[in-house]
């Protein structure tokens, strides 16, 4: 489970910087986008155990990447989390119809969160 790349799509520098503290405190090794457009990219260019994806990013949104990356062969078997202040009840169904893998609202809890992302790396197979 330790020294899994994890991609982490995410516009906001503080968000993104917490994130990868964590994870990275957790033995994981991430690597950072701030577009959608370059999380795809480098999802392509790197295939990560798991793609952490905010919902507004500047550019295609969460949602448009996820269908990219799904559309694509060689990445559309990669667990992708939807991380997003869009807390709303309808928000959380209309990000799960999308075909995120799970949800995690911030601000994160710590707890709930590296219990997703540890489920998310130790599921791939």
């Not at 020294?3 to 993104?16: C, F, P, T």
């Not at 986008?33 to 507004?56: K, S, Y």
């Not at 667990?79 to 869009?86: E, H, K, L, N, R």
């Amino acid at each position: 489970m330790a020294n899994e790349l994890i991609l982490i799509v995410e516009d906001n520098e503080k968000n993104r910087k917490l994130v990868r503290d964590v994870l990275q405190h957790r033995g994981y090794r991430t690597l950072e986008a701030e577009t959608g457009e370059d999380g795809v990219r480098l999802a392509r260019e790197h295939r990560p155990a798991l793609i952490l994806m905010d919902i507004q990013l500047p550019g295609i949104d969460g949602i448009a990447a996820l269908g990219q990356l799904r559309g694509d062969a060689a990445t559309r078997d990669i667990p992708v989390i939807a991380v997003t202040a869009s807390a709303m009840t309808h928000d959380r169904q209309k990000i799960l119809a999308a075909g995120f893998d799970g949800y995690q609202t911030k601000p994160i809890n710590l707890r709930e969160f590296l219990a997703a992302v540890d489920a998310a790396v130790g599921g791939r197979g």
